[in-house]
Structure formats: structure tokens, C-alpha cells
Antibody, heavy 119, light 105 residues
Framework: QVQLVESGGGVVQPGRSLRLSCAAS????????MNWVRQAPGKGLEWVAV????????YYADSVKGRFTISRDNSKNTLHLQMNSLRTEDTAVYYC????????????WGQGTMVTVSS | EIVLTQSPDTLSLSPGERATLSCRAS???????LAWYQQKPGQAPRLLIY???SRATGIPDRFSGSGSGTDFTLTISRLEPEDFAVYYC??????FGQGTKVDIK
């Protein structure tokens, strides 16, 4: 069955880096654009970044631009989010989500991984 | 950047009642690039509606979406116990609204 499994979350100090991964299975990963969406504790959803199916196009929310980098490895069915210069306000559950294109609704969702930025 | 504003923040209703949720965009959305999601506590969001009015696979027909331009609506015709949740609108590949919580009256 279709599965997206996030990993790499944890507790990190402000200013440090963390790399999240999302392992995909049960569908043709290379045919889907992929998103990262986050949710701070008790708050709403915030779109973070999207990458096209072939990795050639990437877009970011203003709140993470210049600090986060989205990437993918279609040979390994894996999505990544490199997060640098982390801030306390980056604390959230991070979900990966798949859509049929960059300009499409997110149909496939993982269960999320928690990132806590704290000293 | 287009801002999506949902109303109301909370909707208190009883099972069997009709729910009407609003999502207003600060600028017109091209080609109705708007989706609705449902999220229950401790769960990932689930896609309900795409293209403003098309139901995703497996979504019951009591859920319907309408609207275009800057004003969009999600309607739940008769609330079932499992429909009490938070609902978000989203411009494709971009910002979400702040959410509307539908809770039991």
C-alpha cells in the first residue's frame, strides 16, 4: 500500500542543522511532486516547500527561504529536507506529502516527524 | 503572497446538522487551485476536495465544495460523528488557511 514514512526528527539547539527524510513506497515516487508541510504544537498547517517530480523546480515559504533545502533521490524513492540555522519557531511536526504536480492538491501524506528546537 | 482567511474559527453543531465553512483569498485564485483537508487529533491531514469542487477518492458525498475567484465554501450536508475535526483550505503548493474547528454542540 501507499506509504510515506518520515524520519530524522529530534531535539536540536538553535542555530544547528537537521536533515529530515521521507521514504516512499507503494506508488511511482518519480511521478509525484513532493511537499513538506509543518504544524507547530497546537497550531495550524504551514506549507514549507515543494519540489517537482524530476527535482528541477523547487519553491519555498518565505519563513524558510535561504535556510531550508528540499531535495529528492528518485533512485531511492526518498525526499529530504535539509534544515540549517534552526530557530525555536521551527519547532513543529513535519509532514511529507505527495501531489500529482507542483500545482496540485496534496493527496498522499506521511504521519510526520517531530522537530524540537530548544536550548 | 495570497492569504487565505477561514471563517468561522469554530463551528459548534450537532450530528445531523449542516456545516458551512468559508475560505476567502486575498487575491483571485487561478483556475480554482484550492483544496480542502480534514485533520483529526494526532493524525495527518486528509484531502477532501480539490479544484474547489471535486471530491477526492473515497470521500463521502455529504462533503461538497464550491466557489471561485476569492470565495470558497466547504459544506457538510449532514454531520456524522466522525466529521468533527479541523478543516483547512489551501492554495495548491502554497499557503493554508488558519483552520475551522467543527466541534460537537
Amino acid at each position: 500500500q501507499v506509504q510515506l514514512v518520515e524520519s530524522g526528527g529530534g531535539v536540536v539547539q538553535p542555530g544547528r542543522s537537521l536533515r529530515l527524510s521521507c521514504a516512499a513506497s507503494g506508488f511511482t515516487f518519480s511521478s509525484y511532486a513532493m511537499n513538506w508541510v509543518r504544524q507547530a504544537p497546537g497550531k495550524g498547517l504551514e506549507w514549507v516547500a515543494v519540489i517537482s517530480d524530476d527535482g528541477s523546480n523547487k519553491y519555498y515559504a518565505d519563513s524558510v527561504k535561504g535556510r531550508f533545502t528540499i531535495s529528492r533521490d528518485n533512485s531511492k524513492n526518498t525526499l529530504h529536507l535539509q534544515m540549517n540555522s534552526l530557530r525555536t519557531e521551527d519547532t513543529a511536526v513535519y509532514y511529507c506529502a505527495g501531489s500529482s504536480s507542483i500545482a496540485a492538491a496534496a493527496l498522499l501524506w506521511g504521519q510526520g516527524t517531530m522537530v524540537t528546537v530548544s536550548s | 503572497e495570497i492569504v487565505l482567511t477561514q471563517s468561522p474559527d469554530t463551528l459548534s453543531l450537532s450530528p445531523g446538522e449542516r456545516a458551512t465553512l468559508s475560505c476567502r483569498a486575498s487575491q483571485s485564485l487561478a483556475s480554482s487551485y484550492l483544496a480542502w483537508y480534514q485533520q483529526k487529533p494526532g493524525q495527518a491531514p486528509r484531502l477532501l476536495i480539490y479544484g474547489a469542487s471535486s471530491r477526492a477518492t473515497g470521500i463521502p458525498d455529504r462533503f461538497s465544495g464550491s466557489g471561485s475567484g476569492t470565495d470558497f465554501t466547504l459544506t457538510i450536508s449532514r454531520l456524522e460523528p466522525e466529521d468533527f475535526a479541523v478543516y483547512y483550505c489551501q492554495q495548491y503548493g502554497s499557503s493554508f488557511g488558519q483552520g475551522t474547528k467543527v466541534d460537537i454542540k
